[in-house]
Nanobody, 116 residues
Framework: QVQLVESGGGLVQTGDSLRLSCAASGRTFTSAAMGWFRQAPGKERAFVGSMSSGGETSYADSVKGRFTISRDNAKNTVYLQMSSLKPEDTAVYYC??????????WGQGTQVTVSS
């Protein structure tokens, strides 16, 4: 059974930094893309960023220059380093992994709250 488990969320202040982790088990994602999505209250789940199996990254415009995705294939883990956090970054953050190029595997989410 494939599981993605996020950790690292919490309550921070505007301008702070936070690093989220997503540990995968049940299969390796070396040859798959992994990414992060977020869902703010009353809004649809939105793409935050991703990293392909080859290391290419893609980010939503709203987080470019502030968020960085990295992965440690030896640990089967992907990270989301968030800096210069804003109240509008408040959301539940979800880790995801692809299967046949579709976002298929999802974590349970971790709450990030940025106070002003």
């Amino acid at each position: 059974q494939v599981q993605l488990v996020e950790s690292g969320g919490g309550l921070v202040q505007t301008g702070d930094s936070l690093r989220l982790s997503c540990a995968a088990s049940g299969r390796t994602f070396t040859s798959a893309a992994m990414g992060w999505f977020r869902q703010a209250p009353g809004k649809e789940r939105a793409f935050v960023g991703s990293m392909s199996s080859g290391g290419e990254t893609s980010y939503a415009d709203s987080v470019k220059g502030r968020f960085t995705i990295s992965r440690d294939n030896a640990k089967n883990t992907v990270y989301l380093q968030m800096s210069s956090l804003k109240p509008e970054d408040t959301a539940v953050y979800y880790c995801a992994g692809t299967l046949y190029s579709q976002w298929y595997y999802w974590g349970q989410g971790t709450q990030v709250t940025v106070s002003s």
